[in-house]
């Protein structure tokens, strides 16, 4: 049974340009969770796909757009690049909106230059 | 707004020592509280969790107490091994809400 799946590993971006990340879900699970997370400190809520629409949102801004597929499947965009989106961005999957047992993904390296 | 505070790291230990990794939170209602493990190159994984006060979320030898009156939800294991090396998150978050709330993290190394 394949776990989280993100894509892909590594990515190095310059400043303005715009990134699309991707995450397949844990089978069975049908929501999605984004996360950015930098160096040295704890992840921090993005926002939360769930029958293809955006459930609830972090404190983030505009900038950064999700989408959620049929299949549950999930991207995260992300426009006009700052050096401060450097993160580790981790996807989470659970079932029917619960996070109380999200499964992560092993992140994607995102680096702004 | 709701937060979380872990204990700073790194923190280095002998196998077979005992383990306490500090969290407290700073909360306006009564949330759920989790502990995650994110061993290297992996994803965090869900360690443990309690619902609500007096809880004891229990998983692999670790164990973690609710403590409302403290506001805390400190991490123990009587007997670290080599294979506990990794970074711990305590996180917070409430019934029906998915913002859920991380520390900063905590590096464990465990040596033999």
């Known amino acids: 049974d394949a776990g989280v799946t993100q894509s892909p590993t590594h990515l190095i971006k310059t400043r303005g340009q715009q990134v699309t990340l991707r995450c397949s879900p844990k089978s069975g699970h049908d929501t999605v969770s984004w996360y950015q997370q930098a160096l040295g400190q704890g992840p921090q809520f993005i926002f939360q796909?769930?029958?293809?629409?955006?459930?609830q949102r972090g404190n983030f801004p505009d900038r950064f757009s999700g989408h959620q597929f049929p299949n549950y499947s999930s991207e995260l965009n992300v426009n006009a690049l700052l050096l401060g989106d450097s993160a580790l961005y981790l996807c989470?999957?659970?079932?029917?909106?619960?996070?109380?047992?999200?499964?992560f993904g092993p992140g994607t390296r995102l680096t702004v230059t | 707004g709701d937060s979380v505070t872990q204990m700073e790291g790194p923190v280095t230990l002998s196998e077979e020592a005992f383990l306490t990794i500090n969290c407290t939170y700073t909360a306006t209602g009564y949330p759920s509280l989790f502990w995650y493990v994110q061993y290297p190159g992996e994803g965090l994984q869900l360690l443990l969790k309690a619902t609500k006060a007096d809880d004891k979320g229990s998983n692999k030898g670790f164990e973690a107490t609710y403590r409302k009156e403290t506001t805390s939800f400190h991490l123990e294991k009587g007997s670290v091994q080599v294979s506990d090396s990794a970074v711990y998150f305590c996180a917070l978050t409430y019934y029906n809400n998915n913002d859920m709330r991380f520390g900063a993290g905590t590096r464990l190394t465990v040596k033999p």
């Open positions: 796909y769930y029958e293809e629409e955006e459930r």
């Open positions: 989470a999957s659970s079932f029917t909106g619960g996070i109380d047992e999200q499964y």
